[in-house]
């Protein structure tokens, strides 16, 4: 609708590789990820070939260590990375922020066998990750999972099912948490299954309100036999990786929460400074304005505290109440920038014709995942209370 193109976000980088990396970035999503966005979303196409070319690029592996073909990127790199790759379409920043939280279990508890044997292809063979924790009966209550993984021999088999998997059915390697032992936390286990494993099936993805173009899915693991050499950690320790991943993960929907809610910040812009009403502008009216300014303000408010919680994790400092803070508001400001989108738009803001409708659908998800922004309370909570029933 507008003649003006957005500007780009100024951002402060560590480095001139940094800057060189997000110009790149800034590249890819502007030529071959923003034009197709909302055509392949309505048909509800995954994007696979745009995955290739940022395995290619070197952009799914980018705060792993070089050594195995990942980045050596900080997550304050990173991150804006994501946030410029979810402005041009949220499947394919969610769906990079969901690869490298598949890859974080071998990457950081990993033996150096299981890195040299895995890490290269995950990080920059072409692959795609997906990461099972949740159950149809265990979501919030993720230490509740039944999924189970009996040792026979050298081999464990593994039975159960998963749901609210992103790339269920089409990834080509899953983190996978079983029950190896006792109920609760202690008695799970992490492992690494392939994508071919005999006996792992995903369902039809579900019906969603929003990214459909992303895949998600139950995924079932019937009976599916993996090596001793594919469990990652200690026996018993996968819960405690599955919360390690969670924050670095939590930080990841942040970025991705922020790089949505610019996309519809720019797109109220356009709209508002080319809509004339009574003779101007509708940009000039002092109610639209105060709108533009909230929303520009809350998108900086959650760049920075993501920002600051990645530089806490980069700095090797605990961060685990940050990421929290940062998951809840940057997702609750993308909530409310893009329905404030859709109003400035009015009418036109309600139908398919502009991508405002579809940014608010889709931010309503970041408020779910990766624990909902009412699990992200009572973290926060946790750190600055104690816990609960002292």
Known sequence: MSDRDPQPVERQLPTEEARDLLALVRD??????????AEEEDAGRFPREVFTLLSESGLLGLPYDAEYGGGDQPYEVYLQVLEELAAARLTVGLGVSVHTLACYGLATYGTKQQQIEHL??????GLLGAYCLSEPSAGSDAASLRTKALAEG????????????THGGIADFYTVMARTGEEGPRGITAFLVPGDAPGLSGALPEKKMGMKGSPTAQVHFDGVRVGDDR????EGQGFSIALSALDSGRLGIAACAIGLA????????????????FGRPIADFQGLRFMLADMATQIEAGRALYLAAARLRDAGRPFAKQAAMAKLHCTDTAMKVTTDAVQILGGYGYTADFPAERYMREAKVLQIVEGTNQIQRMVIARHVAGPEGR
């Open 154 to 165: 050298d081999a464990w088999v593994i039975n159960g099912t998963k749901a609210w998997i």
């Open 28 to 37: 890819i999503a502007q030529r071959e990820i923003a034009p197709k966005a």
């Open 120 to 125: 290269p292809a995950m990080l920059g063979g």
């Open 262 to 277: 610019q996309a519809a910040l720019d797109e109220a812009v356009g709209y508002a400074t080319q809509r004339r009403q």
């Open 231 to 234: 469990r990652i950690g200690e």
